[in-house]
């Protein structure tokens, strides 16, 4: 396996009195794309917030490989009150690291827009687009800030079946441009969308990881009962 991209080694975290996350590590290598599944209250919004430096762990590291870049989208995208062009182009004017002019951040939104399948919409209200056209906004935002890791919390449970297989879509795509490939890993509380997109699936109860398998691993009723009788458990619970 390639050498890690991002990872956590034995994090815990603690929110308030709460035990979010214990003793978890986690390595994960370009190109994978890792579905983060568990009840409510597991920690899986946790890990993705510790990966990405929302979060401070109480104990363990977070590691990084140098000059990985990072993205992360929510289950609602924070959008600003402005067109869709100017929600993408804003955030990549004000990244004093890239010294783009307005014209030139005006450029690469319209690239992320195009790519998004949004540019008849470039001129409008951001926040008056449908949820699923304001998720794949947020995406083009990430997108034109060319991260190597997409991090996404639930980024399909609010939308409708025909929109979340858009987005669905889109991530896949992402994860396998073939000019750039985006590493994935995201939080889902359906089985089919980890099934269709995940290549590694990671299960967490009560802030513990207690699975971390390939996804036909982790979907095989004769290799997972062995493996992780938790997760097992949890499978069953979802599909019954
Ligand atoms: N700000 C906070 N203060 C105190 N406890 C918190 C806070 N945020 C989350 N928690 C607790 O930490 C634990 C992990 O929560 P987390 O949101 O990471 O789980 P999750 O698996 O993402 O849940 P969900 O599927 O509902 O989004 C839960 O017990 C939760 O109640």
Known sequence: MSA????????????????????????????????????????????LRTLHGLVPPTQGQVQQAPG?????????????????????????????????SWAAAKVLALQALERVGLLSVAQQNGRQLSGGQQQRLALARAW????????????????????????????????SSEERALTLVWASHNLGQVKRLATRVVYLEGGRLMADL?????FNPAVL???????HAFVQGELS
């Open 214 to 218: 390939p996804v036909a691993d982790f």
């Open 4 to 47: 890690a991209q991002i990872g956590l080694d034995a994090v815990s975290v603690r929110l308030g009195a709460q035990a979010a996350l214990m003793g978890v590590s986690l390595r994960i290598a370009a190109g994978e794309r890792v579905a983060l599944v568990g009840a409510n209250g597991s920690g899986k919004s946790t890990l």
């Open 68 to 100: 990985v870049r990072q993205a992360m989208l929510f289950q609602r995208p924070h959008l600003l009150r402005l067109s869709a062009l100017n929600n993408v182009a804003l955030g990549l004017w004000l990244d004093r690291a890239r010294g783009l």
């Open 144 to 175: 034109a800030r060319q991260p190597d890791v997409l991090l996404l919390d639930e980024p399909t449970a609010s939308l409708d079946p025909h929109a979340k297989r858009e987005v669905e879509a889109l991530m896949a795509d992402f994860a």
């Open 225 to 231: 009962p062995a493996c992780s009788p938790a997760a």
